[in-house]
Antibody, heavy 118, light 107 residues
Framework: EVQLLESGGDLVQPGGSLRLSCAGSGFPFSAYAMSWVRQAPGKGLEWVSS????????HYTDSVKGRFTISRDNSNNALFLQMSSLRAEDAAIYYC???????????WGQGTLVTVSS | EIVLTQSPGTLSLSPGERATLSCRASQSVSSSLAWYQQKPGQAPRLLVY???NRATGIPARFSGSGSGTDFTLTISSLEPEDFAVYYCHQRGGWPRTFGQGTKVEVK
């Protein structure tokens, strides 16, 4: 069974840092590009970042460029999002998602909650 | 940035009725568009990808159409479990973007 499991969400102060992790299982992890997508409370979905299967290519939404870094460890089937200089507007549920059918997100984790508040 | 505009914002229908959801892109995304369903407290679920292809395990009552800038998701006959929020999503350009969502609610 294909599964994604996020962890690392927490309450952090503005300006602080946090590292999110996503563990993949049930599929050849390195064969798939992966993304982080977030959802602020009561709001819609927002794509945050994507990384190629071999980690050689990354992309970010403008609002997180220079603050967030996506990476992966294919030997351990893990995806990461290093977040720094966190702002109130970064508060959200962060989902990791696999790029499957046609490159679209065919499998999602259950999400991990990031709260940014003093 | 490619902006996706979904309409209507809310669709009030009864079980058994047909639902037609629209997604318009600010520039062409060819067929690089998907539809997701999200229920409260759950992660999104892929319904349709590449504009018109049903994802694995998705019932035949869900269908997608369109290309370029105008796309439609049709639910032929609403089941009780179909009442949810639906998002369109493009991967025709960077950054990837989502529409703001259409809520399908019980009338």
């Amino acid at each position: 069974e294909v599964q994604l499991l996020e962890s690392g969400g927490d309450l952090v102060q503005p300006g602080g840092s946090l590292r999110l992790s996503c563990a993949g299982s049930g599929f050849p992890f390195s064969a798939y590009a992966m993304s982080w997508v977030r959802q602020a409370p009561g709001k819609g979905l927002e794509w945050v970042s994507s990384i190629a299967g071999d980690g050689g290519s990354t992309h970010y939404t403008d609002s997180v460029k220079g603050r967030f870094t996506i990476s992966r460890d294919n030997s351990n089937n893990a995806l990461f999002l290093q977040m720094s200089s966190l702002r109130a507007e970064d508060a959200a549920i962060y989902y990791c998602a696999r790029h499957g059918n046609g490159g679209f997100h065919d499998c999602w984790g259950q999400g991990t909650l990031v709260t940014v508040s003093s | 940035e490619i902006v996706l505009t979904q309409s209507p914002g809310t669709l009030s229908l009864s079980p058994g009725e047909r639902a037609t959801l629209s997604c318009r892109a600010s520039q062409s995304v060819s067929s690089s568009l998907a539809w997701y369903q999200q229920k409260p407290g759950q992660a999104p679920r892929l319904l349709v990808y590449a504009a018109s292809n049903r994802a694995t395990g998705i019932p035949a009552r869900f269908s997608g159409s369109g290309s370029g800038t105008d796309f439609t998701l049709t639910i032929s006959s609403l089941e009780p479990e179909d009442f949810a929020v639906y998002y369109c999503h493009q991967r025709g350009g960077w950054p990837r973007t989502f529409g703001q969502g259409t809520k399908v609610e019980v009338k």
